[in-house]
């Protein structure tokens, strides 16, 4: 948090003075999806601890760059982290501490860390540093609950975070029918993937029973009260929000019925977050957060069918009574019997293009899932009359214009007749056609 605070204010510094838009401003625009460094400011005075740490890795780009100021930045930051350990070390009475560093930064920056031991030898010659692979959660679990000792299990814990069933994911597997990818003509590579997307279709068809029960179990929830959640991370997390975005200006619906949850938060929509995917116990803590009860419904998103925080929120919106769906693109996905889903969607699109690429078949199979799931629902709760969108939002030029073009159709008026309605009804299609 402290890297990234020093170099917002260096970048909001540069442009107060001389309106200076250097390299660092614009990995930080980048990184944000901001347009100008206006916006930035504007993001400043609203953003959160945590979305701020989240532009540490520009530091360090910056500091490998050659940046003077973000490398001093990382040294300082090193050196004051080395001191408070030595700190605590003498307050302990420990002369050779063993020293567990955890979180992302350490995880993902091998070269801080060498840092920091580098600072901290010279302080503390016996101390033993390492990076712990363990979740900082049961860290705090065993705090929480001081008068017990550590849980046998805490240290028994795998690591691998189902990495070993991600190596015999299908998406995982090579496709033989584009193992000379690299060789290929442009005409060629248009040729395959349109030939792939036939397996999209394929694997829709394979699981329309489970697809049914998908649907009637969401719009069952809706109309009795209850909200539709999408978890995910990644491309399903990105393809989950975007699924969620389009349900209230389509269908006229509260922002709160149809929801998504992304591993990382709003910063992972446009960039990625190093090990966001990995925290199981952050997925269950999004889920909480959102006050999920048993009248929900919370369908989670993973191609592999492994995402640790995917499996987080299903585990935690089970505890809490909602009922579930599993959606992935790996049928082969281990399936122990502790795992118990409402619905369990496996699309069979089989290996990749490009080997691993979930972006590609999975993607375009998990979004017309989720369109299914949530367009069915729908109109299930009565959002569309024949093929039409009488609750869509006319928010803009077009969708003013299609409104107007609907209720002409509907009311058998002129065009200028309907958009009269339409004003006078405040731009509510639905109320325009009752009337």
Same mark, same amino acid.
Request: proline residues 3%; negative net charge.
């Given at each position: 948090?402290?890297?990234?605070?020093?170099?917002?204010?260096?970048?909001?510094?540069?442009?107060?003075?001389?309106?200076?838009?250097?390299?660092?401003?614009?990995?930080?625009?980048?990184?944000?999806?901001?347009?100008?460094?206006?916006?930035?400011?504007?993001?400043?005075?609203?953003?959160?601890?945590?979305?701020?740490?989240?532009?540490?890795?520009?530091?360090?780009?910056?500091?490998?760059?050659?940046?003077?100021?973000?490398?001093?930045?990382?040294?300082?930051?090193?050196?004051?982290?080395?001191?408070?350990?030595?700190?605590?070390?003498?307050?302990?009475?420990?002369?050779?501490?063993?020293?567990?560093?955890?979180?992302?930064?350490?995880?993902?920056?091998?070269?801080?860390?060498?840092?920091?031991?580098?600072?901290?030898?010279?302080?503390?010659?016996?101390?033993?540093?390492?990076?712990?692979?363990?979740?900082?959660?049961?860290?705090?679990?065993?705090?929480?609950?001081?008068?017990?000792?550590?849980?046998?299990?805490?240290?028994?814990?795998?690591?691998?975070?189902?990495?070993?069933?991600?190596?015999?994911?299908?998406?995982?597997?090579?496709?033989?029918? !584009?193992? =000379? *990818?690299?060789? @290929?003509?442009?005409? $060629?590579?248009?040729?395959? #993937?349109? %030939?792939?997307?036939?397996? &999209?279709?394929?694997?829709?068809?394979?699981?329309?029973?489970?697809?049914?029960?998908?649907?009637?179990?969401?719009?069952?929830?809706?109309?009795?009260?209850?909200?539709?959640?999408?978890?995910?991370?990644?491309? !399903?997390? =990105? *393809?989950?929000? @975007?699924?969620?975005? $389009?349900?209230?200006?389509? #269908?006229? %619906?509260?922002?709160?019925? &149809?929801?998504?949850?992304?591993?990382?938060?709003?910063?992972?929509?446009?960039?990625?977050?190093?090990?966001?995917?990995?925290?199981?116990?952050?997925?269950?803590?999004?889920?909480?957060?959102?006050?999920?009860? !048993?009248?929900?419904?919370?369908?989670?998103?993973?191609?592999?069918?492994?995402?640790? #925080?995917?499996?987080?929120?299903?585990?935690?919106?089970?505890?809490?009574?909602?009922?579930?769906?599993?959606?992935?693109?790996?049928?082969?996905?281990?399936?122990?019997?502790?795992?118990?889903?409402?619905?369990?969607?496996?699309?069979?699109?089989?290996?990749?293009?490009?080997?691993?690429?979930?972006?590609?078949?999975?993607?375009?199979?998990?979004?017309?899932?989720?369109?299914?799931?949530?367009?069915?629902?729908?109109?299930?709760?009565?959002?569309?009359?024949?093929?039409?969108?009488?609750?869509?939002?006319?928010?803009?030029?077009?969708?003013?214009?299609?409104?107007?073009?609907?209720?002409?159709?509907?009311?058998?008026?002129?065009?200028?007749?309907?958009?009269?309605?339409?004003?006078?009804?405040?731009?509510?299609?639905?109320?325009?056609?009752?009337?």
């Amino acid at each position: 948090y402290n890297l990234a605070v020093q170099a917002l204010r260096r970048v909001l510094s540069d442009y107060d003075i001389d309106q200076r838009v250097g390299q660092l401003s614009q990995s930080i625009l980048h990184r944000l999806c901001l347009n100008k460094l206006d916006d930035l400011v504007a993001w400043a005075l609203t953003a959160d601890k945590m979305s701020v740490a989240m532009l540490a890795p520009v530091v360090f780009e910056a500091a490998k760059r050659g940046h003077k100021e973000m490398l001093s930045a990382v040294h300082g930051g090193a050196q004051i982290l080395a001191a408070f350990t030595a700190s605590v070390a003498k307050r302990l009475e420990l002369e050779a501490p063993e020293v567990q560093l955890t979180g992302g930064l350490f995880v993902h920056h091998p070269d801080y860390v060498e840092l920091y031991r580098e600072y901290l030898n010279k302080i503390l010659p016996d101390a033993n540093v390492s990076v712990c692979a363990l979740s900082g959660g049961l860290g705090a679990a065993w705090l929480a609950l001081h008068d017990l000792p550590a849980p046998a299990a805490a240290a028994e814990t795998p690591t691998d975070n189902g990495v070993a069933d991600l190596a015999v994911a299908a998406t995982e597997q090579r496709n033989p029918r !584009s193992s =000379r *990818l690299d060789k @290929l003509s442009t005409a $060629e590579l248009v040729d395959l #993937f349109v %030939t792939e997307e036939e397996f &999209v279709r394929q694997a829709l068809a394979a699981t329309h029973e489970q697809l049914v029960a998908a649907v009637e179990l969401a719009s069952s929830a809706l109309q009795n009260g209850g909200r539709l959640f999408y978890v995910g991370a990644g491309t !399903s997390g =990105r *393809l989950g929000v @975007l699924d969620a975005s $389009e349900i209230p200006p389509t #269908f006229g %619906t509260a922002p709160q019925l &149809v929801q998504g949850i992304i591993a990382g938060g709003a910063t992972a929509l446009h960039s990625a977050v190093e090990g966001a995917e990995d925290q199981t116990e952050a997925g269950a803590l999004a889920v909480a957060e959102r006050s999920v009860s !048993s009248a929900d419904v919370v369908c989670g998103i993973t191609a592999s069918g492994r995402t640790p #925080f995917v499996l987080g929120a299903l585990q935690r919106a089970r505890e809490l009574g909602a009922r579930t769906i599993l959606l992935t693109c790996n049928p082969a996905r281990a399936s122990g019997g502790a795992q118990h889903y409402d619905v369990a969607i496996d699309l069979p699109t089989g290996p990749e293009i490009l080997t691993g690429s979930t972006r590609l078949k999975a993607g375009t199979a998990t979004k017309l899932a989720l369109n299914i799931i949530s367009t069915c629902s729908m109109i299930r709760l009565g959002k569309v009359r024949d093929n039409l969108m009488v609750d869509v939002n006319a928010s803009n030029v077009k969708l003013r214009d299609r409104a107007t073009r609907l209720v002409s159709e509907l009311r058998g008026c002129s065009y200028q007749d309907a958009a009269s309605v339409l004003e006078q009804a405040n731009w509510n299609v639905r109320t325009a056609l009752s009337d």
